[in-house]
């Protein structure tokens, strides 16, 4: 396990790429091929935190929101290009990202959900 929080620090704290992570554990000893490591799905062990800190950021009063292009490189039913948008809500404790097929207020709708009474603003670059 402690690789991969290793690995996770570098990447995501330190904004190191993958081939200088390898090429400094290498130095160590530990020879780890870079398909080794893009080939696992960590996703899973972060799932459980979803929910509770997307119920503590609807818990807040403000928040900032924004979308910006991304490409998913997998077409999917009912979609005819590889243009997706990932979608950041901020507020005073938390970040949520969402990714979404499209960039249409059913995104800060479902974002969310029956809440009134909400301020919001959103800045598209």
Same mark, same amino acid.
């Given at each position: ?22 090429? $400094?554990?290498?130095?160590? $000893? ?34 900032? $929101? ?50 009134? $009474? ?8």
């Amino acid at each position: 396990m402690s690789i991969w929080i290793h690995i996770l620090i570098e990447k995501y704290l330190h904004q190191r790429p993958l081939n200088r992570t390898l090429a $400094g554990l290498s130095e160590y $000893g530990i020879n780890l091929a870079a398909g080794t490591i893009c080939d696992v799905r960590l996703t899973p062990l972060f799932e459980v935190f979803n929910e509770p800190i997307h119920d503590k950021s609807l818990q807040e009063k403000w928040w900032h $929101g924004d979308e910006t292009r991304w490409v998913v490189m997998e077409l999917t039913e009912g979609k005819v290009n590889y243009r997706w948008y990932v979608w950041v809500f901020i507020s005073q404790s938390t970040g949520v990202y969402v990714l979404a097929p499209g960039r249409d207020a059913g995104v800060v709708k479902d974002f969310f959900d029956a809440t009134d $009474g909400l301020f919001f603003v959103c800045r598209s670059l």
